[in-house]
Structures are given as C-alpha cells and as structure tokens.
C-alpha cells in the first residue's frame, strides 16, 4: 500500500498540468502580489507579505488536492483502471485511503515552495513555534477539499468532472478569499465566504501567522466539512464500486 | 478441488438476461476457452468469476472459496476488456505496482520474460502501441502468479504476429500447472489454444468438450451447389439431410449421410444441380450450428 501511494503520488508529479497549475501558479502569484503589495503593513502590523504567502499556500494546496483527486479518479473509474485494482488483494477501502494519502502528500510541495519563497524573496521571518503549526494546519485542512474531488471523481465521468472540479476550486478560492481578502467583500456574500471551508482553512493559517493561536470556530467548520464531504466521499465511492 | 464452479448461475441486467442457469465446471490445471457470439455471456460470467458482478441467482465458486475470497487471497489474475493503463508510469513501475499487492508474486525479470517486455520496461505507458499496451495488461494479469488467470478476448487489439506471440505467452504461463479460462469468439483461438472449448450462447452452455468432439457432436457434412433460381422445396425431405440453408443462389444441405443425400438430390429431383461441393464439418460450422437463432 505504501508502494502504491508512492506511485500515485509519482505519476502526479509527471503530470504537466499538475506541475503547472498547482507548483507554478501559486509561486508565480505570490511573487506578483508580493512585489506589489508586499511591503504594506496590515492593520494590526503584519506584514502583507506574510499574509499573502498564507493565502497562496492556501490556493495552492487547495488547487493541488481538486486536481490530484477529482480528474485522475474520474479517470481511472472510466478507463478500468480501478477494475484492475479490484481484482487485486488490495481492498476497497485501501484504494481510497491511498487516494487521500498520496493528495496529502502532493499538497506539500505547493505549501513548501510558497513559503520557500516567501523566505528567499520577501525575507518573510516567523518564529518555528508558528512555522510548525502553520504548516501542519495547512497540511491537514486539506482533507476536505481532496474529499470533496474524490466525491466529484466518484459521480461524474472524466469530461464532467474536469470543469466541474475546476469550478469548485475556483469558487472556493474566491469565496474563501484567497485571492481577494473577504473585507473588501460585500455584506452577504462576505456572510457566504465565511462559511465556507476554503475561508475557515485559510483563517486559520492567517491567525497563526498573525500569533493568535487556532481560533476554535475554524477548527470547527472545517472539521464539520471535512466530515461531511469525508461521508460525501464514501457514499460517492460505495456508490460508483458497487457490485451489482 | 475444482478450480472454478459455476452452479445454476443466472445474471440479469432488468430485461436482459445475460447469463441463463449457466452450470459448469474446471479442473484445475486446465486451459479453456469460452466460445460465443457477442452478447453470450462471456464478460458478464468473467466479471462474476472476479467479484466484481454479483450472480442474481445461483453460486459461484473458486477453489472452493467466494470469487471475494479468492481475490482477496491473491489467487485471481484477470486481463478484462478496455482496460487502459496509468499514462505517467512507466511499464517496470506498472508491473511493479500490482504484484507487490499480491502475496506471493512472480519475480519483476520473470514476468518481463513470459510477456515478452524485454526493451519496454522503461517505456512510458502513454508511449506503447496497441499490442504492446495488450502485453503490459498480460504482465499485470500474471504478475501475482495467480492460479487463475482469465482472459476477456485477450487478442482482440492484436495483429496477427502479436496473437501468436501472446498465445506463446499464455502457454508457458498455463504450464506452471495454473488454471486459464479465455473468453474469445474467434474459432481458430479456441481450437488451437485450448484443451477444452465450451461454446456459450444467449446465456446458456450449447456444448461442452474437446474442439473434436464438437465438431463431431454436430456431424456430418455439408452439400453446397448452385440452385440458382429453382425451387428449394423438398430439400429438406431428402434422406440424411439435416438442415437447409439457401443464401445468393447457392444451396447448403447438411446430412448425415452423404452418399444417400447425393444420391437422391440426382435421382429423386429434378433440379439441375451445378459447381457441387461437399465438406466436412469444421468447428466454424459446428459453431454457427449450436449458436444459431432457433
């Protein structure tokens, strides 16, 4: 089973599309921003720098758990891939838990670059007491987006799920203000945003960075949606493995 | 133990019924082909024989065990229809893949040998020609060393020297004493790469034996001529004919007997019969007999 989420996690990495949208952008948009915005101080004396490096780690981890989950699975269900795995002694259950597993493991390099360049290039200094947890909430909050592209990948064959899951992502992305903090957003859909598990995800590493700990409600949604997105995720995948 | 049991299984899909009260057995050890027309039954039976279809009625058994069991237990390796690779991994990197999910796999050189890999090994999945994707999806099949490896129209992507190099493959694997049921609706496959054919059709086994004793269980020969425009009645009355089938012109009477056939089709008619030939039965014949709409 390790072996099979090594290989999973290989064949992402050669993935083009992957590498681009999910390593390259959030490199790529952290620079721009940064070297605009950067060197402005938030309200309550972060740097913006900081704040940004948090909000594109974000995206990127968030890109890299729709895109190595929902289309790949999507994918394998349709061509028979997953036949030739069921007919193996690997279990059902196992070839899930190794699809989650492996998305965790290809969410790291887009937290890792963003922050290595936040470092090399805008000097972002924090203490380890907030590396350690920033990276490790940004680690494990991404288990309800990969479970939310596992369930997409589950219901929807490959040509619907692609721009379905791309969708999701971006509405995520946007509403959970990674691009566009959500102050700047008006009253409902600011109400909307912070529902939402990207805004909580999200939330969580700004507060750390910010040294204001873990803030209980974040922790909260995001464990709420990941359990309910977790159940999506099983249902979809009992449903689309079925021995009729 | 039998290898693999099928006992009164039936499948359906809502109105269609697939697989109808389908009884059969195999040895272990032996290399059987499933004969049939499309829509016979055969993938739906191979995909039962895996789990991976439940029966609607009836058992299914695998050296004694559930097909779950028997999956579970890394004794089933299969090469079902449309089966597409991971593109980004490379041949070595599949192989390896699946049989370090079986318990007692083949060695990597092994499996590259009997499916005839050598120089792919490092290749791209996304890189291989058709035939040689059909010879990645062989080597995951064995690469468990199951005792039982099923073969869904394994050849059916395959040009000629590629069939003959995967049924060499198939062989030698079948030779370590393993069991091997294949699915094909090509004749010359059955008869020629098994030691036993049981030909399906509509759900049902029509027969069941050696390619020989097919051919000899539907018997005789058959009289062709041209009849051209005459009429064809009482044809079909003459002594030892069986059947009669009229297609563009030319008269095909199955009898079995050949001499009192000929005999009466120049004296007791009085059709002018031209461009006469007489064959043997073939197991194309015997197969368009037992698998023909009644």
């Given amino acids: 089973m390790l072996y099979y989420a090594r290989t999973e996690a290989l064949r992402m990495l050669r993935n083009r599309r992957y590498i681009i949208f999910v390593v390259l952008f959030p490199v790529v948009f952290y620079l721009i921003n940064a070297n605009i915005y950067g060197n402005q101080t938030a309200e309550d004396g972060v740097r913006v720098a900081v704040y940004l490096m948090v909000s594109m780690a974000a995206y990127g981890a968030l890109s890299a758990s729709m895109m190595s989950s929902a289309v790949p699975w999507a994918q394998e269900r349709q061509t028979g891939w997953l036949r030739q795995l069921q007919i193996t002694p690997l279990p059902g259950w196992a070839i899930i838990v190794t699809k989650l597993g492996a998305a965790m493991l ?47 990948g589950s219901l929807l064959a490959p040509d619907a799920a692609q721009p379905v899951a791309m969708i999701c992502m971006f509405a995520l992305a946007l509403l959970g203000g990674l691009w566009f903090p959500v102050q700047v957003m008006g009253g409902t859909i600011r109400a909307i ?25 974040d922790v909260l949604v995001v464990a709420g949606w990941a359990v309910v997105l977790g159940a999506a995720a099983t249902f979809a995948y009992r449903r689309a493995t079925v021995r009729a | 133990m039998d290898a693999i049991v099928f006992d009164q299984v039936s499948k ?21 082909a499933l004969l049939g027309p499309n829509g016979a039954g055969k993938s739906t039976s191979i995909n039962m024989l895996l789990g991976l279809l439940k029966p609607t009625s009836g058992t299914i058994s695998v050296h004694g065990r559930t ?18 690779l991971i593109p980004e991994l490379t041949v070595k990197e599949l192989i390896d893949l699946i049989r370090r999910l079986y318990p007692q796999p083949l060695d990597l ?6 499916a005839d890999l050598g120089d792919l090994v490092k290749r ?21 060393a199951p005792k039982i490896l099923l073969l869904d129209e394994p050849t059916a ?24 049921l294949f699915a094909t609706h090509y004749l010359e496959e059955a008869d020629e790469h098994s030691d036993r054919v049981i030909v399906i059709a509509k759900g049902k086994v029509v027969a069941d034996g050696t390619a020989a004793e097919i051919k000899a269980g539907v018997g005789g020969h058959t009289v062709r001529f041209a009849i051209g425009e005459q009429p064809a009645a009482g044809l079909d009355r003459l002594p030892g004919v069986t059947a009669v089938e009229i297609v563009a012109g030319t008269a095909a009477l199955r009898t079995s007997d050949t001499d009192a056939t000929l005999n009466a089709l120049y004296r007791a008619t009085s059709l002018e019969v031209r461009d006469l030939t007489l064959t043997g039965a073939d197991l194309e014949d015997a197969f368009l007999a037992l698998t023909r709409e009644p």
């Fill in chain 2, 67 to 84: 097909p779950d069991q028997a999956v579970a237990a890394g004794a089933m390796g299969a090469m079902l229809q449309s089966g597409e």
């Fill in chain 2, 12 to 32: 359906d899909y809502g109105e269609v019924l697939a697989v109808d009260d389908l009884s059969l057995t195999i040895e272990p050890g032996r290399t059987v």
């Fill in chain 1, 106 to 152: 290809l969410v790291l390099p887009s937290l890792v670059l963003v922050f290595a360049v936040a470092v090399l290039q805008q000097g972002v200094t924090l203490p380890v007491s907030r590396w350690v947890p920033l990276l490790l909430a940004l680690w494990l909050g991404t288990i309800p987006f990969i479970a939310l592209g596992l369930a997409i």
């Fill in chain 2, 157 to 180: 992507a395959m040009d000629v020297e590629s069939r003959l190099r995967f049924w060499e493959s198939m062989r030698d694997y079948a030779a370590g004493g393993r069991t091997v």
């Fill in chain 1, 193 to 217: 945003a912070e529902l939402t598990p990207s805004y909580r995800y999200a939330d969580l590493g700004w507060n750390i960075v910010a040294g204001n700990g873990l803030p209980l409600t």
């Fill in chain 2, 109 to 114: 050189a092994e499996i590259v040998k009997l």
């Fill in chain 2, 124 to 144: 791209r999945a996304n890189k291989l020609s058709g035939g040689q994707a059909q010879r990645v999806r062989f080597a995951l099949a064995i690469a468990g």
